[in-house]
């Protein structure tokens, strides 16, 4: 499959760069490191999605290229559609303005939209399939594309922390030191740099707390008024569900996020062997083994039931 790329790119001229909306830190490193690299081999690219860069990830190296709407009519040889799982969590009408589309993802199942699909659910990050890409080609990786490769593996490894933290994501991370990255400057820039007012969300969030009578379930709840409150947004909920993630026994961990009145957004985080990837995938979303999420209508205790009845089923 890589060759197939390998070749696409050698002769395309334009290119479109995509990935999820909502975006992760994984998702936007690795749009600008392809993006950036494509640019240095002379290609034409727009790197797009549709909820735009995070304040969390403007530090990276031509954040600013990263557009949210793409011109009616617009299109590209080649499109990448990067870390999403399905289309249509980066949008379904990039395929009609792609000649060729490539699916380029390390989620479980990913769907297989694309003319190129390179999937390795084994790999750490989409960002570490935008290194193997690069070496491929043979092109040299600059200083501004070895940083957002470097930020894609930290992100998604959880700063090194989990269990997709594997050889290959200590060897590139390595490698990318080995090329003038400054690990401190990356890790201060995503997760020493908060406004106050996520830590304010943080606050009130953890308030919800709730820990199930076995000890084995942890959750909490983000509601549209505690972002009115503190002045905040689902851009400010990352990495929230790690808090009851972190309480020793617990399980499973769950953030319910109300998107409006009657839909929340589930994220689910697992330690070890339970996979909420495919507890997610049968509540109509998806994900990895240990992080994964769907979308749910209905008022919240119903959600919170159902979503809890599915999970007896996957608890030890
Ligand atoms: P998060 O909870 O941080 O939004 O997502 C955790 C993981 O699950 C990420 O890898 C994300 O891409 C995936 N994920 C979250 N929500 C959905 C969804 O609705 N559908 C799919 N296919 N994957 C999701
Ligand atoms: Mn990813």
């Known amino acids: 499959m890589i060759d197939a790329i390998v070749?696409?790119?050698?002769?395309?001229?334009?290119?479109?760069?995509?990935?999820?909306?909502?975006?992760?830190?994984?998702?936007?490193?690795?749009?600008?490191?392809?993006?950036?690299?494509?640019?240095?081999?002379?290609?034409?690219?727009?790197?797009?999605?549709?909820?735009?860069?995070?304040?969390?990830?403007?530090?990276?190296?031509?954040?600013?290229?990263v557009i949210d709407r793409l011109d009616e009519g617009r299109s590209f040889d080649v499109g990448f559609v990067l870390d999403s799982g399905e289309l249509n969590r980066a949008g379904t009408f990039l395929r009609n303005r792609c000649t060729t589309l490539v699916n380029v993802d390390h989620h479980p199942k990913s769907e297989d939209f694309g003319d190129i699909y390179y999937v390795d659910e084994k790999c750490c990050a989409s960002g570490a399939l935008i290194y193997r890409i690069l070496q491929a080609t043979g092109h040299a990786v600059s200083l501004p594309v070895a940083t957002c490769i470097y930020a894609a593996i930290l992100a998604d490894t959880g700063s090194f922390r989990y269990a997709n933290a594997d050889q290959e994501a200590f060897r590139i991370a390595s490698e990318m030191l080995a090329l003038g990255v400054c690990s401190w400057e990356v890790s201060s820039s995503m997760y020493e740099n908060h406004p106050e007012c996520q830590l304010r969300l943080l606050a009130a969030a953890l308030k919800t707390l709730k820990v199930s009578d076995c000890g084995r379930l942890g959750s909490i709840c983000v509601t549209q008024q505690m972002f009115l409150d503190t002045g905040t947004g689902s851009e400010h909920t990352d990495g929230l569900v790690n808090y009851p993630r972190s309480i020793g026994g617990v399980l499973v961990a769950l953030l319910f996020r109300e998107v409006t009145e009657r839909c929340f957004k589930v994220s689910f985080r697992s330690k070890g062997a339970i996979n909420v990837g495919e507890l997610a995938r049968q509540l109509g979303g998806g994900g990895h083994h240990n992080a994964a999420g769907t979308t749910l209508e209905g008022d919240l205790e119903s959600i919170q039931e159902t979503v809890l009845s599915r999970l007896q089923d996957f608890l030890p």
């Open 7 to 65: 070749s696409v790119i050698a002769q395309g001229r334009s290119f479109l760069v995509a990935s999820h909306g909502n975006p992760d830190g994984d998702a936007l490193a690795s749009t600008l490191a392809l993006s950036i690299a494509l640019r240095e081999m002379g290609k034409e690219v727009v790197a797009y999605n549709r909820d735009g860069m995070s304040a969390e990830m403007a530090f990276l190296p031509e954040a600013a290229s």
